[in-house]
């Protein structure tokens, strides 16, 4: 279902998207990616899957569904796949708190027209629109260490979110089973 979603995001991105310059006045930090350009709009913080099947659940789903700006400017829906950690964590920890309210974000719109004919974006910052103060887009590791306070240690998050050990022990390193990882250290070692 989240595939679907994404796709269908994806697509809903198409067209005058792509081609809309909304990088004037913009102070997100560029990373390097393919067809990254920066990107501050105004816009309401939207469940994706509300605004696109009609299924909508209070609160924006409460943090279980993906969630996305319905941008002023043009009435499209942009899809946001992260917020500005490196780790390329997710960014409804960060937009979840403005649930169909009025904001201001600033980022960077990922993809290039001539290869994907659609963007997704990264947002770095956000806050109420027109407010003064902008809002670092980075809560997600601090969500993440309150909600597994078991999962202390040193390495990045994932190495001990109980969630992905708990996968790793079911279906392998590679999700193809623990002998296929069998096979491969053995091969590659």
Same mark, same amino acid.
């Given at each position: 279902? $989240?595939?679907?979603?994404?796709? *269908? *995001?994806?697509?809903? #991105?198409?067209?005058? +998207?792509?081609?809309? !310059?909304?990088?004037? &006045?913009? =102070?997100?930090?560029?990373? @390097?990616? #393919?067809? /990254?350009?920066? +990107?501050?709009?105004? @816009? ?44 390329? =964590?997710?960014?409804? %920890? ?5 649930? =169909?309210?009025? %904001?201001? %974000?600033? &980022? ?9 004919? *659609? ?19 980075? #809560?997600?590791?601090? !969500? ?5 306070? !078991?999962? $202390? &240690? ?6 001990? !979110? ?6 790793? /022990?079911?279906? &392998? ?6 002998? %296929?990882? +069998? ?7």
């Amino acid at each position: 279902m $989240k595939t679907l979603i994404a796709a *269908a *995001a994806m697509t809903v #991105l198409a067209g005058s +998207a792509v081609a809309a !310059d909304f990088s004037e &006045g913009s =102070n997100a930090k560029e990373w @390097g990616l #393919l067809g /990254e350009e920066k +990107a501050t709009f105004s @816009g309401k913080v939207v469940d994706v899957l509300c605004e696109l099947s009609g299924d909508c659940v209070e609160n924006c789903g409460g943090g279980e569904r993906f969630l996305g700006i319905l941008r002023e400017a043009d009435n499209q829906l942009v899809y946001v796949m992260k917020n500005s950690q490196s780790a390329f =964590n997710g960014p409804v %920890v960060d937009l979840l708190p403005y649930c =169909n309210k009025q %904001v201001d %974000v600033d &980022g960077v719109m990922i993809g290039d027209d001539e290869f994907v004919q *659609a963007q997704f974006y990264m947002v770095q910052f956000i806050r109420n629109k027109g407010a003064a103060e902008w809002n670092k887009a980075n #809560l997600w590791t601090k !969500d993440w260490a309150k909600k597994n306070p !078991d999962a $202390k &240690g040193k390495g990045p998050w994932f190495r001990r !979110d109980p969630r992905v050990a708990k996968q790793i /022990e079911k279906d &392998g390193h590679f999700g193809l089973g623990h002998e %296929v990882d +069998a096979k491969y250290l053995a091969e590659n070692e």
